[in-house]
């Protein structure tokens, strides 16, 4: 089992940056794929960023690409979301996610991810 958690979330003006942090306890944080995910009122799920269990393959949605970049420490067991150039269309509730398949592709589809945390609420404001 892996539990995660996110922080970081909160309320900035558009333009601004966050960084959002995914601490995964349990076993196995290292060989597992990173994602996030985020969900705003009315809408469905949709993929923002993942990334590999050995860090080396990223994989990013087109609105982000160039904004927004996923790193991760194993030392630390965390998973990180560096966000700046934000517009209020990024205002969602941020997940992070886990698969411990060990594939070699990122996935970007919810249904791929074993473990979800609770979430972290982005708000940009115009």
């Known amino acids: 089992q892996v539990q995660l958690v996110e922080s970081g979330g909160g309320l900035v003006q558009a333009g601004g940056s966050l960084r959002l942090s995914c601490a995964a306890s349990g076993r196995a944080f290292s060989t597992h794929t990173m994602g996030w995910f985020r969900q705003a009122p009315g809408k469905e799920r949709e993929f923002v960023a993942a990334?590999?269990?050995?860090?080396?393959?990223?994989n990013y949605a087109d609105s982000v690409k160039g904004r927004f970049t996923i790193i991760r420490d194993n030392a630390k067991n965390t998973a990180y979301l560096q966000m700046t150039s934000l517009k209020p269309e990024d205002t969602a509730l941020y997940y992070c996610?886990?698969?411990?398949?060990?594939?070699?592709?990122?996935?970007?589809?919810?249904?791929?991810?074993?473990?979800w945390g609770q979430g972290t609420q982005v708000t940009v404001s115009s």
């Open positions: 990334i590999s269990w050995s860090g080396g393959r990223t």
């Open positions: 996610a886990a698969d411990e398949s060990r594939s070699f592709y990122v996935p970007v589809v919810p249904n791929k991810y074993d473990y």
